[in-house]
């Protein structure tokens, strides 16, 4: 079994590293409030001070936020005290330009760097059916197979530079959001002319559209049961605008783009920041 360390302790993080545990691995942990460390502490993990001590004690992986909290957690502060040779994988989804600038800074801090963003919801990480998106040197990527292979059901090589993982994750998650509008339009339309949704998303994942996210998403909808929120709505809006500064900076133009923008704009506006991003299909059938 592996000895492995972990920061970033939110619904993903923690069902990620219960999941370690579960499979014998050590985890070494570290969040920014405290109780969810006491939570893991409790399942047999050990308590880390600091970020420099999650090094001390092995390879780290991290699942924050957004930008922000990367660049806030891993500033040049904590890569120059964890000292040359150790190994950090960011399992965060954010943007191109900030996984170049992490990239960087791990290079030259003498630190191994690998992108690694992750595909399924909380309930997939406990039961150890993720898929990677790993990006990275090839060899740190074979070192941390036997941790990839219980988060997750394959680890998909998808680049050299780590940055390639990131863009990979921002459109993977552009494409669900696409689904998400689409189910929303569909359903809203067959319901005002009287036919039962619960019967339609039957027929729509037994027929031309199956797989998690329609079958998934696509019941939530149906039913209208948002809460437990899986992934939050306020965090689909950051990846749209992800995959907004990704087109701007090669020219792309997205068509479709300032139509999603408004949906999720006006989710929040709506109160459904905090709930599953499933949601943003009660702004279609309000409208």
Known sequence: M???SFAGLGNMGKSMVRRLLAEGHGVTVWNRSPAAVDELVA????RAASVADLFAAGPVLSMLADDAAVA??????VLAAAGRDGIHVSMSTISVDAGR???????AAGIGYLAVPVLGRPSAAEAGQLNLLAAGDSGVIESLEPVFSTLG????????PPWQANIVKITMNLLIIHALEAMAEGFTLAERHGIDPHQL???ITETLLT???YEGYGKAIVDREYLPAGFRTVLGD???NLAAAAADKIGLELPTMPALQRTFQTAIDQGMADRDWASIAEVVRRG
């Open 201 to 203: 998303h039957e027929l």
């Open 101 to 107: 600038v992490m990239a960087e800074r791990h290079e």
């Open 153 to 160: 059901r394959r680890t998909w090589r998808v680049g050299e």
């Open 2 to 4: 592996a000895r492995v």
């Open 72 to 77: 806030a957690v891993f500033d040049d502060a």
């Open 238 to 240: 950051k990846d749209l």
């Open 43 to 46: 399942l047999g993990a050990e």
């Open 211 to 213: 797989g998690p996210v």
